[in-house]
């Protein structure tokens, strides 16, 4: 069975162009090449030596709160 040859991947390529069209197969290509590119540079800025955020600041003389919630129930 092996591989199809040029003249089957050229078939296959009209039959998926008139099932879907051309309009629809560009604009499901550039929603594709979009996500690539925005997970490329997140994955650069991720990557990035020496550019690290801030550790958060932590403020003394908070205070915490306990206790438990009431539902309040409404008569009509």
Partial sequence: MGSFSIWHWLIVL??????????????IGQDLGGAVKGFKE??????????TSPPPQVTSGGQ???GEVKEKTRSI
């Avoid at 009209?14 to 604009?27: A, D, E, S």
């Avoid at 997140?42 to 990035?48: E, L, R, W």
């Fill in 64 to 66: 915490t709160i306990e």
């Fill in 14 to 27: 009209v039959i998926v162009m008139l099932v879907f069209g051309t309009k629809k197969l560009r604009n």
């Fill in 42 to 51: 997140g994955m650069q800025d991720a990557t990035k030596p020496g550019e």
